[in-house]
Each structure stands twice: as structure tokens, then as C-alpha cells.
T-cell receptor, first 112, second 109 residues
Framework: EAQVTQNPRYLITVTGKKLTVTCSQN?????MSWYRQDPGLGLRQIYY???????DKGDVPEGYKVSRKEKRNFPLILESPSPNQTSLYFC???????????FGPGTRLTVL | GQNIDQPTEMTATEGAIVQINCTYQ??????LFWYQQHAGEAPTFLSY????GLEEKGRFSSFLSRSKGYSYLLLKELQMKDSASYLC??????????FGRGTSLIVHP
């Protein structure tokens, strides 16, 4: 089944404790991206990747890191999480940025 | 920069027709997407417009006017399951799509 998977789906952590949210797609898509979704603010892009080893900042990259060492994986890293990073996170992929994106199920992160 | 506007919330009656508008101001234009997002779920793709005019797909249609910076999503024969948020996303000069804040549609019996 063609899909985008994210792990974990839910996470409660404390300020400053490094964490990684994994994202994997099995559709051989070149384009991958990370969004956060907050009430009243909609989906805001954190980082995107046009292909392996090519990543770039989106609209709200502060406090986040990403890597794209393989085509299928695009992990999101929070080196020192803070409470303002409490949010719902979505990973998405597409054949390219020209095409529709397929979204993962979301990761609900709470930083205390 | 980009500015994308959608109404925050709309209500409609089962069986009716509803039009959700999206206006945008972008540096360049390279396509507009509509997504549907049910509460607690991931967005799913509905439609894509890059040329002016109407694209029809079953009960859903999407219209684009590039000169007016305007699009709408038309939902016909509304069903209760159409209650969801509808997200407009515009790909500007950077070719990377930017999402609007979404329109929450409530369909009541």
C-alpha cells in the first residue's frame, strides 16, 4: 500500500530533551516536506527537500533540523524542544513540488 | 511573500451546494491545490488548477481566475461526511506550495 508513515504518532516530552520524528514514504517520491499545524494558523512549512541531500528552509524552520540521506526517509529533529513547539506535525511527499502531496497521519507533540 | 485568504468557517445544509473561496497574492503563480482535512486526520488531495477555468471531479469542482487571484471549490449535493476543513494551497514563484488557514465547513441535516 502506497503510504507515508510517521513515528511516533503521539509524544509528550520535556523542554530540552532532543527528539526525532521519523517520516518514511514508499512511493519513490522526490519531494518531501514537514509542516506544523496550529489552531488558527493552518499548515506552515518547516523544511522541505527536493531530492536526496537537498533540503531547504520553509516558513518556520527555527528550532528544527532535517536530513535526507535516503530518498524514502526525511526525519525531523528537535535538538532542544521548547513548549512553543507543541503542535501537530505532518510529513508529506510528492513526485515533485509540482504535484499533489500525500500526507502522513500526523504526530501530536507536547513539550512540557 | 504570499498572502492567501479563505473564510474561517461556513455552514450548509445536507443536499445543498456550497462554494468556498480562496483569494491569493503571490510573487508569481504556478498552480493552486485544494485539500480536504477531516478532524484529527491528514489532509487529502482534492484538485489542482494551473490554467483559468473550471475543473470538475464528481461532486467537487474547482475554479481558477489567475488575473483576479481567485479560486473557489464548489461542493454539490452536500453530504454529512463533507463536514471538514478545506485547505487552499498556492504554488508561487518559488514552486513550493503555501497553505491558507483553511475553511471549516459544517454540514447540518
Amino acid at each position: 500500500e502506497a503510504q507515508v508513515t510517521q513515528n511516533p504518532r503521539y509524544l509528550i516530552t520535556v523542554t530540552g530533551k532532543k527528539l526525532t520524528v521519523t517520516c518514511s514514504q514508499n512511493m519513490n517520491h522526490e519531494y518531501m516536506s514537514w509542516y506544523r499545524q496550529d489552531p488558527g494558523l493552518g499548515l506552515r512549512q518547516i523544511y522541505y527537500s527536493m531530492n536526496v541531500e537537498v533540503t531547504d528552509k520553509g516558513d518556520v524552520p527555527e528550532g528544527y533540523k532535517v536530513s535526507r540521506k535516503e530518498k524514502r526517509n526525511f526525519p525531523l529533529i528537535l535538538e532542544s524542544p521548547s513548549p512553543n513547539q507543541t503542535s501537530l506535525y505532518f510529513c508529506a511527499s510528492g513526485r515533485s513540488s509540482y504535484n499533489e502531496q500525500f500526507f502522513g497521519p500526523g504526530t501530536r507533540l507536547t513539550v512540557l | 511573500g504570499q498572502n492567501i485568504d479563505q473564510p474561517t468557517e461556513m455552514t450548509a445544509t445536507e443536499g445543498a451546494i456550497v462554494q468556498i473561496n480562496c483569494t491569493y497574492q503571490t510573487s508569481g503563480f504556478n498552480g493552486l491545490f485544494w485539500y480536504q482535512q477531516h478532524a484529527g486526520e491528514a489532509p487529502t488531495f482534492l484538485s489542482y488548477n494551473v490554467l483559468d477555468g473550471l475543473e470538475e471531479k464528481g461532486r467537487f469542482s474547482s475554479f481558477l481566475s489567475r488575473s483576479k487571484g481567485y479560486s473557489y471549490l464548489l461542493l454539490k449535493e452536500l453530504q454529512m461526511k463533507d463536514s471538514a476543513s478545506y485547505l487552499c494551497a498556492v504554488r508561487g514563484g518559488s514552486y513550493i506550495p503555501t497553505f491558507g488557514r483553511g475553511t471549516s465547513l459544517i454540514v447540518h441535516p
